[in-house]
């Protein structure tokens, strides 16, 4: 069972295999709400919260304008935040090295029944919720941990690891060239 996702305009379209087989999470953390608010992109929920798919690198598939892929840090530090250049759209979150397989796919991208990405299962970070709705304590971070593990070890261990949209051989560089957001925009990206 594959599921389709495609930014707001449509020139870029991504599949993911299995997606009830990752974790999927609402996380409230301040960059994650700094990334949408930067892009201008309407994704979160009423308390702030993304909805995300963790997965693995390997699980995802670009059908359509994989050159539409931007490349964002809120600091130099900072996770991978994915987006598409044609129309402002997220798409995913991975660490810098492709050698440590972890994506954290948007949910607002997706094209089909909600239920094709399975119960949400984790919420991270709460203590940033903006809003009503969130449960007043984290939920489910151990088990979203122990996943994380699991699959980053499978990958490994079976060198799907290189089956990633993201990074590219010889050298396993990023796809795009990663843009580092300023301090004034960082600051503007705000709540
Ligand atoms: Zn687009
Ligand atoms: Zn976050």
Redesign the pocket.
């Known amino acids: 069972m594959n599921a389709r996702f495609?930014?707001?305009?449509?020139?870029?379209e991504w599949h993911v295999s299995a997606p009830r087989r990752g974790t999927r999470l609402i996380c409230y953390c301040a960059d994650c709400q700094s990334f949408p608010r930067h892009l201008g992109a309407d994704i979160l929920n009423e308390a702030g919260g993304t909805d995300l798919l963790q997965v693995a690198p390997s699980q995802v598939t670009f059908t359509r304008?994989i050159g539409?892929l931007g490349l964002l840090r809120l600091s130099p530090q900072g996770l991978s935040r994915w987006h598409?250049?044609?129309?402002?759209?997220p798409v995913a979150n991975t660490l810098k090295s492709a050698k440590l397989p972890f994506v954290s796919l948007s949910c607002a991208a997706h094209q089909g029944e909600d239920k094709l990405l399975g119960p949400v299962r984790a919420h991270a970070n709460t203590v940033w919720a903006s809003g009503p709705g969130a449960p007043r304590k984290d939920r489910g971070l151990g088990r979203m941990v122990l996943a994380f593990g699991q699959r980053l070890l499978a990958e490994r261990l079976s060198g799907r690891w290189q089956q990633t949209p993201f990074f590219a051989p010889p050298d396993w560089a990023p796809v795009a060239e990663p843009q580092i957001l300023s301090k004034q925009a960082r600051l503007r990206a705000r709540a």
């Open positions: 495609a930014c707001t305009c449509g020139a870029t304008g539409n598409t250049t044609c129309c402002g759209t």
